[in-house]
């Protein structure tokens, strides 16, 4: 009997949503989670219809980190071997961070350890307020190292000393308040709040969103300098002369809907 897949991907014209479904272990991930996360994140961020990816979870935590059989095989593993298992997290984490479609979070339930990571390395964060957050590894004697980059710039050193050094759990207002999340909302609320920031994706210019994605990546914390300025006169005469920078600015000046927007509500593009 083959072995269910630990993750399920539904596609709804141009939204997709890849749900972790290990509900019965609170959605930990191990090696074969890891890969097919990798592979659903890579196989969508080539997929030029869609205009976000969401990412859910099934069952009452959203993710718990890693699975406790998993961490049992990883105890006996040599040096070498840990580095390679601790690569392919890695190399999934950033596949997530630097897929070309936006992604969100949907945060229904609890978000420990390297769950932390998956919330950090997606684009927006929706949680519900009930949500726990915790960097536990240093209750086990380990550190964040493969999320931090991540969860840093989501957070920011400030605050990560702290999470980082204490294990400590703290809610989905503190999330908020921390920059880890971007919204915090009774649970009836949540799909409504996700729902709102795809719309939001879908109604831009889809080459325009992955740019600015692209853009905030590049260029966050580097100096203001000539090259920076050269750079960002480049970027915006390269989007000014495209086709779906001059159907865009066209549209506006028309006061006529672009094309993109009529394809993401009709689902032409699905």
């Known amino acids: 009997m083959p072995t269910p897949s630990p993750i399920r991907i539904h596609i709804d014209g141009v939204r997709a949503t890849v749900t972790l479904d290990r ?3 609170r959605n930990a991930f191990n090696d074969e989670t890891i890969a097919a996360l990798t592979a659903a994140f890579r196989d969508l961020g080539a997929n030029e219809r869609l205009r976000c990816i969401v990412l859910a979870a099934n069952g009452p935590a959203f993710c718990a980190g890693a699975d406790l059989n998993w961490m049992q095989r990883m105890a006996g593993y040599s040096f070498d071997e840990n580095v390679a298992d601790a690569q392919a997290l890695a190399d999934m984490l950033r596949t997530l961070y630097e897929c070309p479609v936006p992604t969100i979070a949907r945060i229904q339930g609890d978000v420990f350890a390297g769950g932390v990571g998956l919330v950090a390395a997606c684009d927006m964060a929706v949680a519900v307020d009930s949500a726990r957050f915790c960097l536990s590894e ?12 991540y969860v840093l710039r989501a957070l920011g050193a400030r605050t990560s000393h702290r999470y980082f050094l204490t294990g400590e759990r703290f809610g989905a207002a503190e999330a908020h308040r921390a920059g880890l999340v971007h ?3 009774p649970a009836e609320a949540l799909d409504a709040t996700v729902d709102t ?3 939001a994706l879908a109604n831009a210019g889809p080459q325009a969103v992955r740019a600015a994605k692209a853009f905030v990546r590049d260029v966050a914390g580097r100096p203001v300098d000539d090259a920076l300025a050269r750079q960002t006169a480049h970027e915006i005469a390269r989007l000014r002369t495209s086709d779906e920078g001059r159907a865009g600015l066209a549209a506006f000046l028309s006061k006529s809907t672009p094309a993109w927007r009529a394809e993401a509500t009709t689902g032409a593009a699905a």
């Open 23 to 25: 509900p019965a272990v």
């Open 138 to 149: 240093v209750l086990i004697g380990l550190i964040p190292a493969t999320i931090g980059p």
């Open 183 to 185: 919204e915090a909302v």
């Open 197 to 199: 920031l795809a719309n």
